[in-house]
Each structure stands twice: as structure tokens, then as C-alpha cells.
């Protein structure tokens, strides 16, 4: 069930170029499903809140993973010490129950800490099925998380990166139909900007994927 609580905001580092990894102590843990996120707010100005998906909780303390955007990332970034007034967990963008089921993550740019938070969680948690992710960011320099994501690859998660800028093509569904043997008989989970989850929603769909195995978020 969705709180809300004041934490505090214990470090803020650099992630990747134009991202940091904000670190927020609670009064205690939060209960969360991998891939949900907080609606984060400075006290005093509590209606205007952005939302932040929580990467990960050690502990009192939740990390999450954010994109310098405006004013309100900014301050978030200079925050180290201060509070911070954290409401949630809020989504349904989650991993499926069966544990069987073979899944394809697509992330664009920032859209990739949900995804993060539920690859590792799957993989932690023995999943059965087989997982995929494909990547795309600008640059290699401001893709999150590229050696964690790297160094979890194995018998059944495969990471793919795709660079926009640098020369590596984006993401499309025929570069994961060809590459991906389970494609026919996967959930596709999307997360990015809305272009971005519009587009790869139609090409999905063309090539017969079903509505109902097609889930995102819109960042
Ligand atoms: C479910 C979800 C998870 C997200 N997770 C992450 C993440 O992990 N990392 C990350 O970097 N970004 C994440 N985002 C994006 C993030 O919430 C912000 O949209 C982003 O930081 C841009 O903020 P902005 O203030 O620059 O943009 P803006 O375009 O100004 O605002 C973006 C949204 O914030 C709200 N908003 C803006 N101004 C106000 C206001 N004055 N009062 C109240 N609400 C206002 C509105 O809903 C608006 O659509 C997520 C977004 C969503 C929806």
C-alpha cells in the first residue's frame, strides 16, 4: 500500500554522463514490486512531485536513478543532507507472476531503471523463463547500469546496446524477431519515451504480437 513518508537524501553520485543515482534513507523499509516507482516532492512543496522508479532498497535506504532534466532534478541533485518527502509505491508495471514466462525488455534512455530493478529481481529470484533486454541510449557514455547489465548476462538474460548517436541503429522489432528465438512466445516489457513506446508498439503488433503480451511506461 502506497505511504507517504519524509526521507532523507543520503548521497547523490554519477551514474552516467546526465544521470546520477540518488540515494533517500526512510524511517524503515519500503515495500515495493521491482519496477514500481515514488512520487518524490520537497516539504513545503508537496503538489509538485515528479515520479522516480526505485532501482533498488538496501535497508532504510531506496536508490533511485535520475536523468538531470529541470529545476526540480537540479535541486533533487544539490539535496545531499536535506529531505525529502517520498509517496508510494505506485504502478502495475511489474513482472508477471509465472516465472516461466519469457519476457523482452525495451528500454529507451532513462526508461531503463523499472526494467533494471526487474531484470536483477528476476534473475536473483531464479527466474525460469528466458529474459532479454534491448537498450538504446544516445551515447554508450550516458547509458545506466551498461557493466551491471553486462556482467548479468548468462543462461537466460541476454542484454543487447544500442547506441543512436554512435553509429548502432535503433532498436526495431525485426532485429529482435531475428535475434531472439523466443520471440513468438515472449511478454514485451517497454519503457522509455512516448514516441519511442509508440513506435515499438506498432511494429510489435505488425509482426502479430498480441495487445495483451505488449506492457509499458511512458516516462
Ligand atoms: C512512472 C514514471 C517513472 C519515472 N521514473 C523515472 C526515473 O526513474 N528516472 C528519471 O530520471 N525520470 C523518471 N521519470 C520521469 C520524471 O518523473 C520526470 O518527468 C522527469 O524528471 C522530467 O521532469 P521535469 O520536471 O523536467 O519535466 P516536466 O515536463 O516539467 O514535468 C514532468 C511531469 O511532472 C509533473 N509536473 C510538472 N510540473 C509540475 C508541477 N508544477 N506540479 C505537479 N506536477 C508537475 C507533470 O506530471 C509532468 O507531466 C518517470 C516518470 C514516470 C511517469
Aim: aromatic share 12%; hydrophobic share 40%; with cysteine.
Amino acid at each position: 500500500m502506497a505511504r507517504k513518508m519524509t526521507g532523507t537524501v543520503l548521497s547523490v553520485g554519477k551514474e552516467a554522463e546526465g544521470s546520477k543515482k540518488v540515494v533517500v534513507n526512510l524511517e524503515e523499509p519500503l515495500n515495493f514490486l521491482p519496477g514500481q516507482y515514488c512520487m518524490l516532492s520537497f516539504p513545503g512543496r508537496e503538489e509538485d512531485k515528479r515520479a522516480f522508479s526505485i532501482v533498488a532498497q538496501n535497508g532504510n535506504n531506496i536508490m533511485f536513478c535520475i536523468k538531470k532534466s529541470r529545476s526540480f532534478t537540479e535541486r533533487l541533485f544539490s539535496s545531499t543532507g536535506k529531505n525529502v518527502i517520498v509517496e508510494g509505491p505506485y504502478g502495475r508495471f511489474v513482472l508477471p507472476r509465472d516465472k516461466s514466462e519469457n519476457i523482452i525488455f525495451i528500454a529507451g534512455g532513462i526508461g531503463i531503471t523499472p526494467l533494471y530493478s526487474m531484470i536483477s529481481a528476476a534473475l536473483k529470484d531464479e527466474w525460469k523463463g528466458n529474459l532479454a533486454l534491448f537498450y538504446s541510449a544516445r551515447r554508450k557514455e550516458e547509458m545506466c547500469f551498461f557493466n551491471e547489465l553486462s556482467s548479468l548476462q548468462g543462461e537466460n538474460f541476454t542484454a543487447r546496446f544500442f547506441f543512436t548517436r554512435q553509429g548502432s541503429g535503433r532498436v526495431n522489432a525485426e532485429e529482435i524477431f531475428r535475434t531472439c528465438p523466443f520471440a513468438n512466445d515472449a511478454i514485451f516489457y517497454i519503457c522509455g519515451p512516448s514516441a519511442m513506446i509508440s513506435d515499438m508498439r506498432s511494429q510489435l503488433l505488425k509482426r502479430g504480437v498480441s495487445d495483451d503480451r505488449i506492457r509499458s511506461e511512458e516516462f
